[in-house]
């Protein structure tokens, strides 16, 4: 099993668009046993597979209780489920800051790898006490952002997050995502490196009214091929992990 997480400094760069293709793609091309683990605070990944978890469970005793018993849903998709989230996350901060226990994702990973063969974390964004347990925890994270030289920058001072704190590790899968190649500054973002490029596109808009990843009902378009040409890369970079 090999986990990646989604992730990001700050919010609005599609994020969880991105979780949503991606695990699909992982799903469906690759035929993956695939669990897309939402743990953003928003549960905008849950909307667009339109799952909510049944009363009485909360996403928070995923951490709290090793059974996972109807935690994990599945999806109108063969080998995609999920394990949505819910406001109760919007305490788990704080509980991880009491846990002197910088492992629990890891260990909770471990609880997935008899079902799941990928599992995708759509991360809050930030920098916190949840994202420092998740790097500990994923063999790779996919980093959208948004063209411009500020984001750029931001994802450097990312590497060297990782570099002080986690040896390096893991590493780091940029992408320019919402690339809008009419605008001057994406250009000449773009230009400056070799990240793979998920183009703007009024399909991903359409999302949430379809609430579905886009190859669904835009199967041939130029976003899909786009997804599906990151997570072939995803899968290389999973190969090439120790």
């Not at 910088?102 to 930030?126: M, N, Q, S």
């Not at 995502?177 to 359409?206: F, G, K």
């Amino acid at each position: 099993m090999k986990s990646v997480a989604l992730f990001s400094v700050k919010g609005g760069v599609g994020k969880s668009t991105l979780a949503v293709n991606l695990a699909h793609a992982a799903a469906t091309q690759g035929g993956r046993r695939t669990l897309l683990w939402d743990l953003d605070t928003q549960g905008a990944a849950t909307w667009l597979l339109q799952r909510e978890q049944a009363t009485g469970l909360r996403a928070r005793d995923a951490f709290a209780d090793d059974r996972l018993d109807g935690l994990i849903l599945d999806t109108a998709f063969p080998n995609l489920h999920i394990l949505p989230a819910d406001r109760s996350l919007r305490r788990l901060e704080g509980d991880l800051a009491q846990d002197d226990k910088a492992k629990v994702v890891r260990r909770k990973l471990k609880a997935f790898t008899e079902g799941y063969d990928r599992i995708l974390i759509d991360c809050p964004p930030g920098l916190s006490e949840l994202a420092d347990r998740v790097f500990r925890a994923a063999d790779l994270i996919i980093v959208p952002a948004i063209p411009s030289p500020l984001s750029g920058r931001a994802i450097e001072q990312l590497r060297d997050e990782l570099l002080r704190n986690h040896k390096g590790r893991p590493p780091l899968l940029p992408v320019w995502n919402m690339a809008d190649l009419r605008r001057r500054v994406h250009r000449e973002a773009v230009a400056t490196s070799d990240w793979p490029v998920v183009p703007y596109s009024a399909a991903i808009e359409q999302m949430s009214v379809h609430r579905a990843p886009v190859a669904a009902f835009q199967p041939s378009g130029a976003p899909a091929r786009a997804f599906a040409a990151l997570w072939a890369l995803a899968e290389q970079r999973l190969r090439e992990s120790p």
